[in-house]
């Protein structure tokens, strides 16, 4: 079994900062690309952010120069530091990852249940 578990989320006011948090455990044998998602009300979950297993990055144009992805492959976590919050940010964001388990052969998509995040003052 393997599970992603997301922390971190809140209530912030617009300019201020949340860093999330997504810890994979589990029967893992090695995780490739890791993601983060958001699903605002009444939209489709959309990118916001990918980082390789070797590190490179890609953000969506609506949070570059304000989130960053980052990943410390000991604990299988990523993480994403959002600053300059807007009231637009405001969405459940979900993390997501590409991994091998020790148990089923291949890499596999696998999801977190979410971690609400709301920007209003």
């Known amino acids: 079994q393997v599970q992603l578990v997301e922390s971190g989320g809140g209530l912030v006011q617009p300019g201020g900062s949340l860093r999330l948090s997504c810890a994979a455990s589990?029967?893992?044998?090695?995780?490739?690309?890791m993601r983060w998602y958001c699903q605002a009300p009444g939209k489709e979950r959309e990118l916001v952010a990918v980082?390789?297993?070797?590190?490179?990055?890609n953000y969506a144009d609506s949070v570059k120069g304000r989130f960053t992805i980052s990943r410390d492959n000991a604990k299988n976590t990523v993480y994403l530091q959002m600053n300059s919050l807007k009231p637009e940010d405001t969405a459940v964001y979900y993390c997501?990852?590409?991994?091998?388990?020790?148990?089923?052969?291949?890499?596999?998509?696998?999801w977190g249940q979410g971690t609400q995040v709301t920007v209003s003052s």
């Open positions: 980082i390789t297993s070797g590190g490179s990055t």
């Open positions: 589990g029967s893992i044998f090695s995780i490739s690309a």
């Open positions: 997501n990852a590409d991994i091998r388990s020790r148990v089923v052969p291949g890499y596999h998509d696998y």
